[in-house]
């Protein structure tokens, strides 16, 4: 039978061909699906890799002209997307083909802005699992069992990853949600924005994403210049709660403002002047 998922599947690809090609072979082979890739500039690819990519029929193949960050690819796959849903992926990462139709086709039937679904994660090239998705598996399977409203904001607001979830693509585009130019961190605040903005969600006890835990990647490198971009966007998320959440909701978010301290210990900023930083944000160490 026929399913029309009228879906656009949006991956920023950046040096790792072989894994794309893994993460392609778990899309199931549909016309309704429209798989849109975001070379940024990769460096190790020859050119018969480029040219397979770019003749590559199930897809649309864009490539930047120099590397601008895996959130200038999405931002540019969002643009060019033209189904009513879309997911997003990493192109190390890769979906489970025997769940695919069953999570998006019930996604759909549940007519939210966001559908969640709980994603699990193995080491690279083995089979061994990893705790590195279990936060958000964590929460869509609270939020599942019981909808408080402290689970709901849970998942709202805690769900730090673009990947494992559907959208509705006018949601994204009429609230113009996009992700930032950071080399890291950048889905932080776009995981925020459209968790929060969004009217209605939906989870669904399905898996259908897998994370790789890859050794070298910049989600575990931990240099001076990393963890500064990650401090200064965890402030930007502070601020964004602060001012978009009921003051209520905000004790869901207990210290925030010591943990932005402590995360700018890490990259070498100053105590005192992580507390000025808080002061003048108007932002209280401890909720």
């Known amino acids: 039978m026929y399913i029309n998922y009228d879906l656009s ?128 598996k964590t929460r869509v399977l609270k939020y599942i069992h019981k909808q408080s409203a402290k689970n709901e904001n849970r998942l709202r607001t805690k769900f730090h990853v673009p990947w494992s979830k559907l959208y509705k693509r006018n949601y994204l585009i009429k609230n113009k949600i996009l992700f930032q130019n950071t080399i890291v961190s950048n889905d932080a605040l776009f995981s925020l924005k459209s968790g929060l903005l969004a009217k209605n969600i939906g989870a669904l006890d399905v898996v259908i994403y897998v994370y790789v835990s890859g050794e070298k990647s910049l989600t575990t490198i931990k240099d001076k210049h990393i963890l500064q971009i990650r401090t200064d966007v965890y402030l930007d998320y502070i601020k964004y709660l602060k001012n978009n959440l009921p003051k209520k909701q905000m004790n869901y978010h207990r210290l925030l403002g010591l943990k932005y301290i402590y995360m700018g210990l890490k990259s070498g900023q100053s105590v005192l002047k992580s507390i000025n930083i808080l002061k003048k944000n108007k932002i209280k160490i401890i909720f």
């Open 9 to 136: 599947i949006i991956i920023a690809h950046y040096n790792s061909f072989d894994k794309l090609n893994v993460l392609l072979q778990s899309i199931p082979e549909n016309n309704s699906i429209e798989i849109i890739v975001v070379d940024d500039y990769s460096t190790n690819l020859s050119n018969d890799e480029l040219d397979s990519l770019s003749n590559n029929t199930r897809l649309i193949f864009l490539k930047n002209n120099q590397t601008k960050g895996a959130g200038v690819a999405r931002n540019i796959g969002l643009n060019k997307a033209s189904r009513k849903y879309v997911l997003f992926a990493d192109s190390d990462d890769y979906f489970v083909k025997e769940n695919f139709q069953k999570a998006i086709v019930a996604g759909q039937k549940l007519n939210k802005d966001i559908v969640f679904f709980p994603p699990i994660s193995y080491v690279e090239n083995t089979e061994m699992p990893t705790k590195k998705a279990k936060p958000f």
